[in-house]
């Protein structure tokens, strides 16, 4: 009975890994490749960590392994062996675990600053933001500054409003204001690989680079209340000519009052 149970504790860790290895076939890891240059670097700092955490996880595996398996075939005669341990063996994986940890901090500090410093953020994003979210219970709101100004932070006459769907230029950093006008949301592109908490009364900015053109999904990643699963939005990436079109025919319908209309009909009608 030992030894089903020295192999029942063998057998999962060697299931865990399997399961692992077979993941990105299955579509059991991320969504897609990052979309997004800011996304290439999140990536890269995950397997870094990742390879770090497998070595640790294999080794301290076979060793369990081998302990219960030695413990399993011991013969009922064998004396146990008293050990005072080893000091060797105590300042080695206390060294050890101290680098690794120093090591993945300052490889991640260059990660950190490039996402979280608005200093280190590219400069044309940063002069020249191209809308504001507030997240809200539960929805997105988006402002655009009027086309040819440039985005204040308090609303201004002439800026365009929109729910759910954020449309940026595409191959190029753009930087968003990101608020809430209730509890703390969470601002999550899984695609992008963006992520960033919606905190009450901070203005928080935001950057990415999105690579291709398409749709990506927009979704709360902190529970805000009963309606947080419904919390969604799309972020759509296009041409610069898509994008200043876009921005005119958000203009054009906000501002149309059917005053006009009525005119021309009255006087067709005549």
């Known amino acids: 009975m030992k030894k089903f149970w020295a192999l029942f504790f063998i057998f999962w860790p060697i299931v865990a890994l399997y399961v692992c290895l077979i993941a990105p076939s299955r579509n059991w890891w991320f969504p897609s490749a990052p979309m997004s240059t800011v996304g290439r670097q999140i990536d890269g700092l995950f397997y870094l960590i990742l390879i770090i955490v497998t070595v640790t996880f294999v080794g301290t595996q076979v060793g369990l392994g081998y302990a219960l398996w030695k413990g399993a075939t011991k013969k009922p005669g064998d004396k146990a062996v008293f050990s005072h341990g080893s000091h060797k063996l105590e300042i080695m994986w206390t060294i050890v675990p101290s680098f690794v940890l120093v090591f993945i901090s300052l490889t991640q500090l260059e990660v950190l600053a490039n996402i979280r410093v608005l200093s280190r953020f590219p400069d044309e994003a940063r002069k020249d933001p191209v809308a504001e979210v507030t997240a809200r219970q539960f929805e997105w709101r988006i402002r655009y500054p009027k086309p040819g100004t440039h985005l204040a932070t308090e609303p201004q006459q002439g800026d365009l409003y929109f729910v759910n769907e954020l449309h940026v230029p595409v191959s190029q950093p753009v930087m968003v204001h990101l608020r809430?006008?209730?509890?703390?949301?969470?601002?999550?592109?899984?695609?992008?690989?963006?992520?960033?908490?919606?905190?009450?009364?901070?203005?928080?900015?935001?950057?990415?680079?999105?690579?291709?053109?398409?749709?990506?999904?927009?979704?709360?990643?902190?529970?805000?209340?009963?309606?947080?699963?419904?919390?969604?939005?799309?972020?759509?990436?296009?041409?610069?000519?898509?994008?200043?079109?876009?921005?005119?025919?958000?203009?054009?319908?906000?501002?149309?009052?059917?005053?006009?209309?009525?005119?021309?009909?009255?006087?067709?009608?005549?």
């Open 180 to 270: 809430t006008q209730d509890v703390q949301h969470a601002f999550f592109a899984p695609k992008l690989r963006v992520k960033q908490d919606a905190v009450p009364g901070l203005v928080i900015p935001i950057w990415f680079e999105i690579e291709k053109a398409g749709e990506y999904e927009l979704v709360c990643a902190e529970l805000c209340g009963w309606g947080h699963y419904k919390m969604k939005a799309r972020i759509i990436a296009e041409s610069e000519e898509s994008y200043l079109k876009y921005l005119s025919a958000l203009e054009t319908d906000q501002n149309e009052d059917g005053v006009a209309d009525e005119a021309l009909s009255a006087s067709a009608a005549e």
